[in-house]
């Protein structure tokens, strides 16, 4: 494993790291084409403020132990872990030691006008202080942060392909993440949330 030295984004009330060449570009190459291939990709809709959406992104959910995962009133029901998952998953251990991953969520953005709303992974069954690992292929995007309480506290990182960013300890108590439209042309990006389902 021969990535450069993570980068602390030194956030009040979090510990958010990123590592900026996690996969190399052959290795993350080929985890994007396999995934977007293989993967049985879904759209889910949402319920917001009681109107109904199609999801503005393809998802699918892979474990280990056969556990659902819940959110926005959606409750998905997950795949066995595919080889190429698995590895991608030994990697992330590699650096997280002591930690076993049991779920990914993965995401499919399609296009700039795919994204994700302001949120925090706090769902009760990841636990008090959840451990996220994500993993980015394909088109880079900007990964925003709010805190929950000091509105003047924002962050933006631009996530590059093959790069990892690591969320752990209280961040998901304090601080809010998404990944906003843009009207630009881009490309597709896939996202590998991995995750702890006990």
């Not at 590592?19 to 190459?29: H, P, Q, R, T, V």
């Not at 251990?93 to 925090?120: I, M, P, Q």
């Not at 990006?189 to 389902?197: D, L, Q, V």
């Amino acid at each position: 494993m021969n990535f450069s030295k993570p980068f602390n984004l030194n956030l009040p009330d979090s510990e958010i790291l990123y590592f900026k060449d996690f996969l190399n570009k052959s290795e993350a190459e080929f985890y994007f084409e396999s995934l977007k291939t293989n993967v049985p990709w879904q759209q889910d809709n949402i319920k917001v403020y009681g109107k109904v959406y199609a999801q503005p992104r393809l998802t699918a959910l892979y474990s280990n132990n056969s556990k659902p995962y819940s959110y926005s009133n959606i409750t998905m029901h997950p795949h066995e872990f595919s080889k190429e998952l698995l590895a991608i998953k030994q990697k992330v251990e590699h650096v997280v030691s002591k930690v076993e991953f049991t779920t990914c969520l993965l995401n499919l953005y399609r296009d700039g006008k795919d994204s994700n709303g302001w949120h925090a992974d706090n769902e009760k069954e990841l636990g008090e202080n959840p451990i996220i690992a994500s993993v980015t292929l394909g088109q880079e995007r900007f990964f925003h942060l709010r805190h929950k309480k000091d509105k003047s506290l924002k962050h933006k990182i631009l996530l590059q392909h093959g790069s990892l960013l690591l969320m752990k300890g209280k961040t998901q108590h304090y601080w809010q993440h998404q990944i906003a439209k843009t009207a630009k042309p881009i490309s597709e990006r896939i996202n590998a949330t991995f995750r702890i389902i006990k």
